[in-house]
């Protein structure tokens, strides 16, 4: 019962912290159009509302496609944070979108802006925030989850190593189990042989075990499977370095049957429309950087060389089939230094 007990308490925590981020998120996107309005100058009316929801509805959606709201224990708070503020981005475009075909909607351009600067740095903030509460808590001993890992191979070592490291995460490193004693642990604990770990687990001591075994120990991942089964730690493999370099750690589910890819593009549902989007904005950010430069070029040779800046010539060039081809150029710079017997003509 004392197993139980502690194993519901970490779930209900973890759940807990998700809760807190949605009801994070949903306030500061709701109290940032609010404030910006009350600021300036602008009252806040239906449709502002109506804005702030849709907006807030269409986050929690792209959300729940993205698989946000899930547990980022052990990820870098970056990864979290570039996430979230794509998802806030596609979000925002989304409902101004929407918004733009309906002309009642005159909200003031600067007040969007504002509104969304101000949620973009709330959202950093509040994440932090979350984060920092939660590794305090954790190293106070709340939701700890102990771990052990099966096999001394390097890369169980090192996940080990980084845990022991940055206890805020909240594991709890009991140690390495392995049936060789011998092996150098890099200042790992060891916990002792298979056999001692399948007891421990049993007795509800651990919380995780994560199984870093080679994959021609494919007897022993089996065996240790097996035994763990009927335990209420959590079971996780770690495919050993060769395997790990070539996979690109995800998985796919095709009709309840799970597939690891080996080759294939990470550019997929959302991911594709971010990529497009992203290419798109920096193409335009780019532009717009440059385009007095591109303007001082194309007034530069329209004022020194003579003729349009833009015409299409005619040129007989020996082809498959045989017909003349028409090919627009720009200025005519190259004239002076290839002269030919071509007719150009100003488009």
Same mark, same amino acid.
């Given at each position: ?26 306030? %500061?996107? &709701?109290?940032? @159009?609010?404030?910006?309005? /009350? #600021?300036?100058? $602008?009252? !806040? ?5 109506? =804005? ?54 005159? %909200?003031? &351009?600067?007040? @969007?802006?504002?509104?969304? /600067? #101000?949620?973009? $740095?709330? !959202? ?5 925030? =979350? ?217």
């Amino acid at each position: 019962m004392k197993t139980f007990t502690h194993r519901a308490r970490a779930n209900a925590n973890a759940s807990l912290i998700s809760m807190v981020q949605r009801f994070s998120d949903i306030s %500061i996107v &709701f109290l940032g @159009l609010y404030l910006v309005c /009350v #600021f300036s100058g $602008v009252d !806040f009316g239906y449709k502002d509302l109506v =804005i702030a929801l849709s907006v807030i509805v269409i986050f929690q959606m792209i959300g729940g496609i993205t698989d946000f709201y899930r547990s980022w224990r052990g990820v870098k708070i970056s990864t979290e944070l570039i996430l979230i503020l794509k998802n806030w981005s596609l979000s925002f475009l989304l409902t101004l979108g929407i918004v733009s075909l309906t002309p009642s909607f005159d %909200i003031p &351009f600067h007040v @969007l802006i504002i509104w969304f /600067v #101000f949620v973009t $740095v709330g !959202f950093v903030f509040c994440r932090s925030g =979350i984060r920092l509460c939660a590794g305090f808590l954790r190293k106070l001993g709340y939701n700890n989850r102990i771990v052990a890992v099966v096999g001394a191979t390097p890369v169980g070592i090192n996940l080990l190593k980084g845990f022991m490291e940055e206890p805020w995460l909240g594991f709890v490193v009991k140690g390495i189990y392995d049936d060789n004693a011998q092996i150098d642990l890099d200042g790992v604990p060891y916990g002792g042989n298979l056999d001692a770990l399948i007891h421990e687990a049993k007795d509800g001591r651990i919380d995780r075990v994560y199984i870093a075994l080679n994959m021609k120990d494919e007897a022993i991942i089996k065996n240790v499977i097996s035994q763990l089964t009927n335990t209420t730690c959590s079971v996780l493999l770690i495919p050993d370095i060769f395997t790990f370099n070539i996979l690109q750690s995800r998985t796919e589910e095709i009709n309840g049957v799970p597939v690891v890819p080996l080759f294939d593009t990470p550019l997929n549902g959302i991911n594709m429309v971010f990529k497009r989007l992203e290419d798109i904005i920096v193409a335009s950010i780019i532009l717009f950087i440059i385009s007095p430069i591109l303007i001082v070029i194309a007034c530069a040779v329209k004022f020194t060389s003579p003729g349009p800046v833009i015409f299409r010539e005619s040129a007989n060039k020996q082809v498959i089939s045989s017909q003349a081809d028409s090919l627009i150029k720009i200025s005519r710079i190259w004239a002076d230094f290839f002269p030919a017997n071509t007719s150009n003509q100003p488009i």
